[in-house]
C-alpha cells in the first residue's frame, strides 16, 4: 500500500497538477488586494453620504424654524421593511437608547440599519424555528431523542436566532472600538501637530482624516464626520459629544471634553492635546504589558498537550530502544 502512494505520489501528472495548482493559488493570493477594492474609499464615501444627509437635515431644519408655521419637507416613503416594523410597533418594544447606541458604535447609522435591525430580531426566531423543525421532525435529525427534548431544541434555536442580531452587532462594535483604540494615540499627536502649527480644529480632524486613513479607516471615518457636525450643527459641542458616543472610547471622551472646555472657556487646547496624547500612548503601551504578561498562562496548557510528550520521547525514545534491543533492564 505504501509503494503504490510513494509511486502515486512521484508520477509526472500528479506533480504537474500540483506545481499548476500551487501556481494558480499564489496568482489569486497576489491578485486578491487589486480585486477587493479601496476599503479607505469605499468607506469615506459612506460618510461623503452621511454629511450630505446631515447638510440637508440641517437645512430642513432651518427651513422649518424661518417658515414657523409652515409645514416642513414630506418624509420619504416608508419602504416594505419601515412599514413591518411601524405596523408591528417594534421599536417601542425591542429598541432603547443602548441598542441605538451599540447600532452607532457598530457604524451603522440612520434610519435603514435600525429597521433592518429590528426586523431580522423580529423574523429569525420564527425562520430558525421553521428550519430546525423540518431538520428535526421531517428529517428526522434525532431519532433516538424524545418529542420533548426536539422541541426544546427547536426553541433553543428559535432563541439563538433572536440574539443573533446582538451579538453579530456586538462584535462588530468591539471590533470598531479596538481598531479606533489602536490608532487614538498616533491620530492624537497628528490633531496636536496640526493645532500647534496654526490650524483650527476643522482643519486638523480633516487632516488627520486623511493621514489615518491608511491605519483605521474607522477613526478616519469618525473624524470626517465629526468635521461635518462641526460645519453644520447648530452647537459645536453636540458634535464633539457624538463623537464620543459614536466610538465609546474613554480616551476619546476626555478629549472630547477638553475640546468643549475649550469652546466654552477660550483656552489653548494644545498643552491639554499634548497631556492626553501622553496619557493615550502610556494606555496603549500597558494593554500591549497587559497581553504579553498574560502569554505565560496561556502557554502552558499547549506545552504541556503537545510539547512535554515529544520531548519525553526525543529523551526516553533511544533508552527505550536500547532495552528493547537487550531484552529488558537486567
Known sequence: MSDQIIKAL?????IIALLVAVAVFATVFTLLPA?????????????AIERDELRARERARMLAESSRGNKGLREQQSTGLRQIVERLDLRRALVDEGTVRKLRMA??????????????????????????GVYVFLLDALPEQPPLMK????????????????????????????SIQRAWPDGLDLLLICVESGMSIEAGFKKVSDEIGSQSVELAEELVLTTAELSYLQERRAAYENLAGRTGLDSVK??????????????????ALRVLANESRDMRMNEAEKKAAALPPKLTVPMILFFLPVLFAVILGPAGISISERGGIF
Open 151 to 178: 422541541g426544546f431544541v427547536c426553541i433553543l434555536v428559535a432563541y439563538a436566532g433572536f440574539y443573533a442580531p446582538n451579538m453579530y452587532v456586538s462584535n462588530l462594535a468591539s471590533k470598531r472600538k479596538a
Open 10 to 14: 512521484f508520477e509526472p501528472s500528479f
Open 107 to 132: 457604524g451603522f447609522r440612520g434610519e435603514n440599519p435600525l429597521t433592518k435591525f429590528l426586523f431580522l430580531r423580529f423574523s429569525l426566531p420564527f425562520v430558525g424555528l421553521v428550519i430546525a
Open 254 to 271: 476626555s478629549v472630547t471634553q477638553a475640546l468643549i472646555q475649550a469652546e466654552r472657556y477660550g483656552t489653548p487646547i494644545a498643552h
Open 35 to 47: 480585486l477587493g477594492g479601496n476599503e479607505l474609499k469605499a468607506r469615506m464615501k459612506s460618510v
